[in-house]
């Protein structure tokens, strides 16, 4: 099956200091990626999609400036959490989708976030 | 946009009996409907899917039905093993821009 990497696996950093994520689709081109987040024993919640380059679609709610999405090739999507703090430690989940016309969207292992 | 629901939140079984995992939602317009293992500090894992043109799908242990009609479908794990334990998602999509609405999650425990 079509795999997808996240890393780091999880990184701890000081409040007010950012934090880039990366997403790798390593065995097929991902013309869309998605970014989650998760709470302990919670659902996923879409944070936003984006599509190779073009700018990402942002879910209510979620802060642009906040939360930079860049999907500058097929395999490669990076999620930076700027100026983070304490409420944004989290774990954030990344998902790749191929072709247009395809269904499946294949989950990378996820980034635990802590924010001290 | 689309809702769904997911129940049990929590369902325990004894090793060797069956798990049903049920999920309804409210957009007609949904047509593929994918179910995810994710186990404990990792990422949801694909189990098993099922479009909207096909009412049943099984892999081995692992099963799948969908009413339309009703808008509910399904996951069925028979013979469960305690590596079977996890949370397990269900989603719906109806295939605009790729988004997955998912569910709020069960967590199986399968008792040995």
């Known amino acids: 099956g079509a795999v997808v990497s996240q890393h780091p696996s999880w990184v701890i950093c000081k409040s007010g200091t950012s934090v880039k994520i990366e997403c790798r689709s390593l065995?097929?081109?991902?013309?869309?990626m998605f970014w989650y987040r998760q709470f302990p024993k919670q659902s996923l919640m879409l944070m936003a999609t984006?599509?190779?380059?073009?700018?990402?679609?942002?879910e209510q709610g979620v802060e642009k400036d906040k939360f930079l999405i860049n999907h500058a090739s097929l395999t490669l999507s990076t999620l930076t959490v700027t100026s983070a703090h304490p409420e944004d430690s989290s774990f954030y989940i990344c998902?790749?989708?191929?072709?247009?016309?395809?269904?499946?969207?294949?989950f990378g292992p996820g980034t635990r976030l802590t924010v001290t | 946009g689309e809702n769904v629901e997911q129940h049990p939140s929590t369902l325990s079984v004894q090793e060797g009996d069956s798990a049903v995992i049920k999920c309804t939602y409210s957009?007609?317009?949904?047509?593929?409907f994918p179910w995810y293992k994710q186990e404990l500090g990792k990422g949801p894992q694909l189990i098993i899917d099922?479009?909207?043109?096909?009412g049943e799908k099984k892999d081995q242990r692992i099963a799948v039905t969908l009413n339309k009609t009703a808008k509910h479908f399904s996951l069925h794990i028979t013979e469960t093993q305690p590596e079977d334990s996890a949370v397990y998602f269900c989603?719906?999509?109806?295939?605009?821009?790729?988004?997955?609405?998912f569910g709020t999650g069960t967590s199986l425990t399968v008792i040995p």
């Open positions: 989603a719906a999509s109806n295939m605009v821009g790729n988004q997955f609405y």
């Open positions: 998902s790749a989708a191929g072709t247009s016309g395809t269904y499946e969207q294949y």
């Open positions: 065995d097929f081109q991902a013309t869309t």
């Open positions: 957009d007609s317009a949904s047509n593929y």
């Open positions: 984006s599509n190779e380059g073009s700018k990402a679609t942002y």
């Open positions: 099922i479009r909207s043109n096909v």
